[in-house]
């Protein structure tokens, strides 16, 4: 999933953020591949992470960041 966010002078898209209902806090949701699932304690296949915020331009800055941890790992 990509989120695009437009202002005045670009667009921004960001993979992976999402609204939960009943919250206004983004959050990071990205399915877990199933070749990795046996690394995560998950019954869930997913990967569900609250940026901690409803500002749209700090959760972008947050899920590219939580992104780029996961992708390390």
Excluded at 25 to 45: E, G, Q, T
Excluded at 59 to 72: G, L, M, P, V, W
Aim: some cysteine; overall charge positive.
């Amino acid at each position: 999933m990509t989120i695009v966010f437009n202002y005045t002078n670009c667009k921004v898209h960001v993979k992976y953020l999402k609204q939960v209902n009943n919250s206004n806090n983004w959050y990071y949701v990205r399915r877990i591949p199933d070749d990795l699932h046996h690394h995560y304690s998950k019954k869930d296949k997913r990967i569900v992470l609250s940026t901690k915020t409803s500002n749209k331009v700090e959760a972008s800055r947050k899920a590219i960041q939580i992104n780029q941890k996961i992708e390390d790992e």
